[in-house]
């Protein structure tokens, strides 16, 4: 294998695995948010319903 395909595989390999992890990071992270907005809206709801927090 010539040098400058090593040097490209390497860095593609290299951003590939850095673009992989901040897509899965931005993944893990918006169903953060999702998961605790639903939590803040149905304690919300039982805050208005009367209902034990």
């Not at 390497?10 to 931005?26: E, M």
């Not at 948010?33 to 939590?39: H, S, T, Y």
């Amino acid at each position: 294998m010539t040098d400058p395909l090593f040097a490209f595989l390497d860095i593609g390999l290299v951003f590939a695995l850095a673009l992989g992890l901040a897509i899965w990071q931005l993944v893990v992270l918006k169903r953060g948010l999702r998961r605790d907005r639903a939590a803040a809206q149905a304690a919300e709801e039982r805050g208005r319903d009367g209902g034990p927090p």
